[in-house]
């Protein structure tokens, strides 16, 4: 199986801050990677697809960025309703696996 | 744009077989677009890939699972199910019923997620 590692695990910050996640997978899965938001209560959604595809609808200010073991999830200006989980997920091969998450906080 | 609605019984005993549903709305059960898909968070801990199926019937579930995961399609109700067997308190958690992407990969879409506690 592929192991997903992400960094911080959590993390408090501002409105207006510039906030990046890490997510190194334990071999290489190219470009095969997603990032998820999550908050309780609602349908989890789909931020990026394919390492740095932004999905339609989702906000400029989300980017994604790397390849190969190493990616970043960045939030250019966090904004309020940006408090929630995020998750990466790999999709180069089965077991599909996640991160442990990053939760974003308000300072 | 696809919906997806979990249902099922929200408390299972321990030893039995905890069923859930997802009703397909807004698009085709039988698309070749996507594998209907069940992931699951226990509480305080990240997200647990189930396994997918296809509406032909190919289907890959998670090996820590396998032994124990049946993932059933039913196109004429526009369904498709999740049954876990022999289940302890381990598989108390919300349960999503989702799409798998084929071309990219990714969950697409997803339910509002079910809790199911396995309790006697």
């Known amino acids: 199986d592929i192991q997903m590692t992400q960094s911080p695990s959590s993390l408090s910050a501002s409105v207006g801050d510039r906030v990046t996640i890490t997510c190194r997978a334990s071999q290489g899965v190219s470009s095969w990677l997603a990032w998820y938001q999550l908050k309780p209560g609602r349908a989890p959604k789909l931020l990026i697809s394919l390492a740095s595809r932004l999905q339609g609808g989702v906000p400029s200010r989300f980017s994604g960025s790397g390849s190969g073991t190493d990616f970043t999830l960045t939030i250019s200006s966090l904004q309020p309703e940006d408090f929630a989980t995020y998750y990466c997920q790999q999709a180069e091969s089965f077991p599909l696996t996640f991160g442990g998450g990053t939760k974003v906080e308000i300072k | 744009q696809l919906q997806l609605q979990e249902s099922g019984p929200g408390l299972v005993k321990p030893s039995e077989t905890l069923t859930l549903t997802c009703s397909v709305s807004g698009g085709s059960i039988s698309s070749n677009l996507y594998y209907w898909t069940w992931i699951r968070q226990p509480p305080g801990k990240g997200l647990e890939w189930i396994g997918n199926m296809f509406y032909s019937g190919d289907t890959y579930s998670n090996p820590s699972l396998k032994s124990r995961v049946t993932i059933s399609v039913d196109t004429s109700k526009k369904q498709f199910s999740l049954k876990l067997s022999s289940v302890t308190a381990a598989d108390t958690a919300v349960y999503y019923c989702?799409?798998?992407?084929?071309?990219?990969?990714?969950?697409?879409?997803w339910g509002q997620g079910a809790l199911v506690t396995v309790s006697s």
């Open positions: 989702a799409t798998w992407a084929t071309s990219t990969g990714t969950i697409e879409y």
